[in-house]
């Protein structure tokens, strides 16, 4: 075990490019991941946060959803103040590999079954409930070789959680009657699952393994594995599921890091007290190390066409390698994907642009348990392509490996300077992170190994690099293009994919001596990478809050010293405000073709920027052109500068212009085939007024958009601008400033020279006043292969652990509900979610369900004691105290001021001080106001195709794109049916909208 308190800690970091946002859906809008474009489609999203629910497994993650961004996401949770979370986490190391050959998916079923209670603390959902009740969470994954929990709560409640949380490992119940509900939840995760093409892929990758690796194994579970075949061969699942968890969840198996401002003693302790309990089998661990090289198969190594379920054309190369993972302190799969992944001059990617074959690469090696074990890892390429196809299967697959037979040097600098100054970690996710160490890490390396290049051995690099060799590689080509030539179909996900051999003349060519093209060379030397990491003195008086140090008509500049984290970092961020952009759907569509072609100018000159830990991100918002850089201090202003010339020279070719219409049209595609986008999509259409659809942009890009009218739109939305900006912290005062950044906002003044706006614009919109009644807005999912369904039922009201408990565990509706609270545009409101299948419940029998437990709710706030609710207040005010854990967090809060034009910077002692004079009396009174014959309530059902949807016949998933490839989709309104029959229906939101009042513009404000 590692006990530590979080004093000693908060220096080291687990990731440094991953800063702080989750990101439940993929759909995300995180400035800290990855550099590029987005299309940022949610101004509520700033207070919301979608998934509260026990989100399971970083395999099921769908990494290919990330192309050209689609809609965005969710925002950091508002913290600020006192108290850091204590955590915890437990790595037990077996996980799905495991599996008995006729059950799948166990290991993953136990990892739900074991939170369904203990002998000490019976609640099914009682520890959920606790945590949340304490302003922490909870959560759980499954690997193949292991599997994690790990929860972090305030600290003062931290020793009862850890008992709660240690009785699931020493006696959890596991009652028979929560099987069949728990079995439904695995297999609704299963169901959300299928559409993803990443899944897809996988499942399909393992299955060429050799005969008896687990690899080949179904490791998700569904109702098939774990109810109905069980039944039908008279196994007890029962008696099985037992047998699992005393065969192998053994104290000898499991790691445990505990973190808390307790002190070292305490914690020690504590654990000792607690977790001596449980139980040590004494048997050998499972070891699959003897399993090598199950890649190593003549059907590993051909062309697998398939047809994915989004719109994409991409290539993926994979290799299977040895296990690389014993090489964690030489990395050496590290330096192969540094180069590969390079976007620079002289890379792959570069010279593919050029060609106008490929939009994006990645290359490397994810080290989740798929693709690192200790069976094998993989290393794959991934290539989003245009829609040729010939001419670069022949050079990709040959001059990747030509190209990374280099030396290796650069990667050094930046991991030292990455870890030197890294920031302080969730401590959640860096308890969870070390855990996973300390199943493979020497004990000296617990805390660096993740993160640093500790050794450097040419020769095992060497080594890993020889494998990568072309006719030892997969090829997967996805295209919806293929569908007529694939007839098979993998047996869980049912994805359709054909296999041949590679052709001779490719294999020929690739065997030969291969010259590598005089187009590819290493990078030059990198001028973006740090040197000067001196903290600045402070030259000024300090300010809790950012002042305003520029205020003109062309806009304004916010500024604030960090003197808090203290590191040689800062960010800067600006929006570009235009009235033009909401004009009509055409100037939403060319501003976003606009923001993405400019992000694919910037990729290549931007890069090295980019390598040398100095992010940018340009995002398309609803009304204006967002520019974030951050990153070190000492060179920030030269990407900064980069980005200012490269949009007041902008311009583009019509080749260009071509490629990335084509690939905006799969973005929107992308989008509205996902019942949850659709959903928020709908919701959002219907309540803010002059918002265009994500189908109103789809159907104008597919009119048609010429080269002449992006133009136009470039020239007017340049000309005409209101400009505000934010710059952040390792930066001096305002007299230096203006040396600095200041000087960086007249730079972007006078590089674009436009003049000011006639008159301000909104930077939201207005909201429809909703009747006072409950409306029901029903459409047909677009995605004819999908029986995933999604209802949200919107109203003005918050609870969380109750929802969760009662919608899922008990009426095991789906895997993910949650409740969320939602500014739109000003007007707050609330929601509750539940994402269903159409194979298991209809939409208004769930919608039904939601009206029930609502009911059930009110009547619990009745009943609710003094005690418990001041207890709810206290812990509420404890999580908006709740310290930053990186100073991006901060700067994301006092940004989100300036982009909605609020400047309310001290927002959360406001909130503070309101909850203190927050009584029960004012609770149930706006409770009860607001679900009273006045209520404003909106129901949105995305509908799936199943049998409790009235279909019979479900269609492939690949028909979406049969249907809507070349076509115009619509909205598909659905009647109410008897259940819901007394709801007033919309039909059409367009009509219905114009005929309601709209409510003024809203600044929550006090």
């Given at each position: 075990?590692?006990?530590?308190?979080?004093?000693?800690?908060?220096?080291?970091?687990s990731?440094?490019?991953?800063?702080g946002?989750?990101?439940?859906d993929?759909?995300?809008?995180?400035?800290d991941?990855d550099?590029?474009?987005?299309?940022e489609?949610?101004?509520?999203?700033?207070?919301?946060?979608?998934?509260?629910?026990?989100?399971?497994?970083?395999?099921h993650?769908?990494?290919?959803?990330?192309?050209?961004?689609?809609?965005?996401?969710?925002?950091?949770?508002e913290?600020n103040?006192?108290e850091?979370?204590?955590?915890?986490?437990l790595?037990?190391?077996?996980?799905?590999?495991?599996d008995?050959?006729?059950?799948?998916?166990?290991a993953h079923f136990?990892?739900h079954m074991?939170?369904?209670?203990?002998?000490?603390?019976?609640?099914?959902?009682?520890?959920?409930?606790?945590?949340?009740?304490?302003?922490?969470?909870?959560?759980?994954?499954t690997?193949?070789?292991?599997?994690?929990?790990?929860?972090?709560?305030?600290?003062?409640?931290f020793?009862e959680?850890?008992?709660?949380?240690?009785?699931?490992?020493?006696?959890?119940?596991?009652?028979w009657?929560?099987?069949?509900?728990?079995?439904?939840?695995?297999?609704?995760?299963?169901?959300?699952?299928?559409?993803?093409?990443a899944?897809?892929?996988?499942?399909?990758?393992?299955?060429?393994?050799?005969?008896?690796h687990?690899?080949?194994k179904?490791?998700?579970?569904?109702?098939?594995t774990?109810?109905h075949?069980?039944?039908?061969?008279?196994?007890d699942?029962?008696?099985?599921?037992?047998?699992?968890w005393?065969?192998y969840y053994?104290?000898?198996?499991?790691?445990?890091?505990?973190?808390?401002?307790?002190?070292?003693?305490?914690?020690?302790?504590?654990v000792?007290?607690?977790?001596?309990?449980?139980?040590n089998?004494?048997?050998?661990k499972?070891?699959?190390?003897?399993?090598?090289?199950?890649?190593?198969?003549?059907?590993f190594?051909?062309?697998?066409?398939?047809?994915?379920?989004?719109?994409?054309?991409?290539?993926?190369?994979?290799?299977?390698?040895p296990p690389?993972?014993?090489?964690y302190r030489?990395?050496p799969?590290?330096?192969?994907?540094w180069?590969?992944?390079h976007?620079?001059?002289g890379?792959?990617?570069?010279?593919?642009?050029?060609?106008?074959?490929?939009l994006?690469?990645?290359?490397?090696?994810?080290?989740?348990?798929?693709?690192?074990?200790?069976?094998?890892?993989?290393?794959?390429?991934?290539?989003?392509?245009?829609?040729?196809e010939?001419?670069?299967?022949?050079?990709l697959?040959?001059?990747?490996?030509?190209?990374?037979?280099?030396?290796f040097e650069?990667?050094?600098?930046?991991?030292?300077?990455?870890?030197?100054t890294?920031?302080?970690?969730?401590?959640?996710?860096?308890?969870?992170?070390?855990?996973?160490?300390?199943?493979?890490?020497?004990?000296?390396?617990?805390?660096?190994?993740?993160?640093?290049?500790?050794?450097?051995k040419?020769?095992?690099i060497?080594?890993?690099?020889?494998?990568?060799?072309?006719?030892?590689?997969?090829?997967?080509?996805?295209?919806?293009?293929?569908?007529?030539?694939?007839?098979?179909?993998e047996?869980?996900?049912?994805?359709?994919?054909?296999?041949?051999?590679?052709?001779?003349?490719?294999?020929?060519l690739?065997?030969?001596?291969?010259?590598?093209?005089?187009?590819?060379?290493l990078?030059?030397?990198?001028?973006?990478?740090?040197?000067?990491?001196?903290?600045?003195?402070?030259?000024?008086?300090?300010?809790q809050?950012p002042?305003?140090?520029?205020?003109?008509?062309?806009?304004?500049?916010?500024?604030?010293?960090?003197?808090?984290?203290?590191?040689?970092?800062?960010?800067?961020?600006?929006?570009?405000?235009?009235?033009?952009?909401?004009?009509?759907?055409?100037s939403?569509?060319?501003?976003?073709?606009?923001?993405?072609?400019?992000?694919?100018?910037l990729?290549?000159?931007?890069?090295?920027?980019?390598?040398?830990?100095?992010e940018?991100?340009?995002v398309?918002?609803?009304?204006?052109?967002?520019?974030?850089v951050?990153?070190?201090?000492?060179k920030?202003?030269?990407l900064?500068?980069?980005?200012?010339?490269?949009?007041?020279?902008?311009?583009?070719?019509?080749?260009?212009?071509?490629?990335?219409?084509?690939?905006?049209?799969?973005t929107?595609?992308?989008?509205?085939?996902?019942?949850?986008?659709?959903?928020?999509?709908?919701?959002l259409?219907?309540l803010?007024?002059?918002?265009?659809?994500?189908i109103d942009?789809?159907?104008?890009?597919m009119?048609g958009?010429?080269?002449e009218?992006l133009?136009?739109?470039?020239?007017?939305?340049?000309?005409?601008?209101?400009?505000?900006g934010?710059?952040?912290?390792n930066?001096?005062?305002?007299?230096?400033?203006?040396?600095?950044?200041?000087?960086?906002?007249?730079?972007?003044?006078?590089?674009?020279?436009?003049?000011p706006?006639?008159?301000?614009?909104?930077?939201?919109?207005?909201v429809?006043?909703l009747?006072?009644?409950?409306?029901?807005?029903?459409?047909?999912?677009?995605?004819?292969?999908?029986a995933?369904?999604?209802?949200?039922?919107?109203?003005?009201?918050?609870?969380?652990?109750?929802?969760?408990?009662?919608l899922?565990?008990?009426?095991?509706?789906?895997?993910?509900?949650?409740?969320?609270?939602?500014?739109?545009?000003?007007?707050?409101?609330?929601?509750?979610?539940?994402?269903?299948q159409?194979?298991k419940?209809?939409?208004?029998?769930?919608?039904k369900?939601?009206e029930?437990?609502?009911?059930?709710?009110?009547?619990?706030l009745k009943?609710?004691?003094?005690?418990v609710?001041?207890?709810?207040?206290?812990?509420?005010?404890?999580?908006?105290?709740?310290?930053?854990s990186?100073?991006?967090?901060?700067?994301?809060?006092?940004?989100?001021?300036?982009?909605?034009?609020?400047?309310f910077?001290?927002?959360?002692?406001?909130?503070?001080?309101a909850?203190?004079?927050?009584?029960?009396?004012?609770?149930?009174?706006w409770?009860?106001?607001?679900?009273?014959?006045k209520?404003?309530?909106?129901?949105?059902?995305?509908?799936?195709?199943?049998?409790?949807?009235?279909?019979?016949?479900?269609?492939?998933?690949?028909?979406?794109?049969?249907?809507?490839?070349?076509?115009?989709?619509?909205?598909?309104?659905?009647?109410?049916?008897?259940?819901?029959k007394?709801?007033?229906?919309i039909?059409?939101?367009?009509d219905?909208?114009?005929a309601?009042n709209?409510l003024?513009?809203?600044?929550?404000?006090?």
């Amino acid at each position: 075990m590692l006990i530590s308190d979080i004093t000693s800690l908060d220096g080291v970091a687990s990731e440094e490019s991953s800063e702080g946002e989750d990101e439940t859906d993929t759909e995300r809008d995180n400035d800290d991941d990855d550099s590029g474009a987005e299309i940022e489609d949610d101004e509520e999203s700033y207070d919301e946060d979608d998934d509260n629910s026990d989100d399971n497994d970083e395999k099921h993650s769908d990494s290919d959803d990330t192309e050209m961004e689609e809609l965005t996401g969710k925002e950091d949770t508002e913290k600020n103040g006192m108290e850091k979370l204590s955590a915890a986490a437990l790595c037990v190391g077996v996980g799905s590999f495991c599996d008995p050959e006729d059950l799948p998916g166990l290991a993953h079923f136990l990892e739900h079954m074991v939170f369904m209670g203990s002998l000490k603390y019976p609640d099914e959902n009682g520890f959920d409930a606790f945590v949340r009740e304490h302003g922490g969470s909870d959560n759980a994954s499954t690997d193949c070789e292991r599997t994690v929990f790990q929860f972090d709560i305030q600290q003062k409640y931290f020793k009862e959680a850890l008992d709660r949380w240690a009785q699931f490992f020493i006696h959890p119940l596991m009652v028979w009657d929560a099987i069949d509900r728990e079995v439904e939840a695995v297999d609704s995760e299963y169901q959300l699952a299928k559409p993803s093409d990443a899944n897809r892929r996988e499942l399909l990758l393992g299955s060429l393994a050799k005969p008896g690796h687990p690899m080949r194994k179904f490791f998700w579970g569904n109702a098939e594995t774990l109810k109905h075949e069980p039944k039908n061969r008279n196994i007890d699942i029962y008696a099985r599921l037992k047998d699992f968890w005393q065969l192998y969840y053994s104290a000898h198996y499991m790691n445990l890091v505990v973190q808390s401002k307790e002190t070292l003693d305490t914690l020690e302790k504590w654990v000792m007290e607690i977790f001596s309990q449980i139980p040590n089998n004494g048997l050998p661990k499972p070891s699959f190390g003897h399993l090598t090289q199950p890649f190593d198969t003549p059907e590993f190594h051909k062309l697998y066409r398939v047809v994915p379920v989004r719109k994409v054309h991409s290539l993926n190369i994979a290799w299977g390698l040895p296990p690389q993972q014993r090489h964690y302190r030489v990395k050496p799969l590290h330096y192969i994907s540094w180069l590969v992944g390079h976007e620079g001059k002289g890379s792959i990617l570069s010279f593919l642009r050029k060609k106008f074959w490929a939009l994006t690469l990645h290359g490397g090696n994810s080290e989740t348990g798929f693709e690192q074990n200790s069976t094998y890892s993989i290393f794959s390429i991934s290539v989003t392509l245009t829609e040729e196809e010939t001419h670069w299967l022949v050079f990709l697959s040959a001059d990747c490996t030509c190209y990374i037979s280099v030396t290796f040097e650069s990667s050094d600098v930046i991991h030292d300077n990455s870890y030197h100054t890294a920031k302080k970690t969730d401590p959640a996710d860096f308890v969870e992170s070390l855990c996973e160490n300390m199943q493979h890490f020497q004990k000296e390396d617990f805390l660096i190994g993740n993160n640093l290049l500790l050794d450097y051995k040419p020769e095992i690099i060497a080594d890993a690099l020889n494998q990568l060799c072309p006719l030892k590689a997969n090829l997967f080509l996805l295209s919806a293009g293929h569908e007529e030539k694939c007839h098979l179909k993998e047996r869980w996900f049912e994805t359709q994919y054909s296999v041949e051999d590679i052709d001779k003349y490719w294999s020929d060519l690739w065997a030969s001596d291969f010259e590598l093209n005089q187009d590819l060379h290493l990078p030059e030397e990198n001028k973006y990478i740090a040197s000067n990491f001196t903290l600045k003195v402070r030259d000024c008086s300090e300010t809790q809050h950012p002042v305003k140090i520029l205020n003109t008509q062309l806009g304004c500049l916010w500024y604030k010293k960090d003197n808090k984290f203290r590191i040689p970092k800062a960010y800067v961020r600006f929006h570009l405000i235009s009235p033009l952009i909401q004009q009509c759907s055409k100037s939403v569509v060319l501003f976003e073709l606009f923001v993405n072609i400019f992000s694919h100018n910037l990729a290549e000159p931007a890069y090295e920027a980019d390598v040398a830990q100095l992010e940018y991100k340009v995002v398309a918002g609803e009304h204006g052109l967002i520019i974030r850089v951050k990153g070190f201090n000492h060179k920030l202003p030269l990407l900064f500068q980069l980005i200012i010339d490269h949009l007041a020279d902008f311009n583009f070719t019509p080749a260009t212009f071509e490629m990335i219409t084509e690939q905006l049209k799969k973005t929107y595609f992308n989008i509205l085939i996902k019942p949850e986008m659709l959903a928020k999509d709908v919701r959002l259409f219907i309540l803010e007024h002059g918002r265009w659809s994500i189908i109103d942009k789809y159907q104008r890009l597919m009119k048609g958009i010429s080269v002449e009218s992006l133009s136009a739109f470039i020239k007017a939305f340049k000309s005409h601008l209101f400009v505000e900006g934010l710059a952040q912290g390792n930066l001096t005062g305002r007299v230096r400033m203006g040396r600095c950044m200041t000087l960086a906002a007249w730079t972007l003044f006078r590089k674009l020279q436009f003049v000011p706006l006639a008159h301000p614009c909104p930077v939201q919109f207005r909201v429809v006043d909703l009747p006072n009644t409950h409306l029901l807005c029903k459409v047909k999912t677009l995605n004819k292969g999908d029986a995933n369904s999604e209802v949200t039922v919107y109203y003005q009201m918050h609870m969380e652990e109750p929802c969760f408990n009662f919608l899922r565990t008990k009426q095991t509706l789906g895997y993910h509900v949650y409740p969320a609270c939602r500014n739109t545009s000003g007007i707050l409101g609330f929601s509750v979610t539940v994402a269903t299948q159409a194979t298991k419940n209809n939409t208004e029998l769930v919608d039904k369900k939601i009206e029930e437990f609502l009911v059930c709710f009110e009547e619990k706030l009745k009943i609710l004691t003094t005690e418990v609710f001041n207890a709810q207040v206290s812990v509420l005010i404890n999580m908006k105290e709740c310290e930053d854990s990186y100073l991006g967090e901060e700067v994301d809060r006092n940004w989100n001021e300036i982009v909605t034009q609020q400047y309310f910077f001290d927002r959360l002692a406001h909130e503070i001080e309101a909850l203190k004079s927050f009584t029960k009396a004012d609770l149930v009174n706006w409770f009860q106001a607001h679900r009273g014959h006045k209520k404003k309530a909106l129901s949105l059902h995305v509908v799936g195709f199943g049998k409790h949807e009235g279909d019979s016949d479900i269609i492939a998933a690949s028909d979406a794109q049969q249907c809507y490839l070349g076509d115009m989709p619509q909205f598909i309104f659905l009647p109410p049916s008897s259940h819901m029959k007394d709801t007033a229906s919309i039909r059409d939101i367009r009509d219905f909208t114009l005929a309601l009042n709209l409510l003024p513009y809203h600044k929550i404000l006090k």
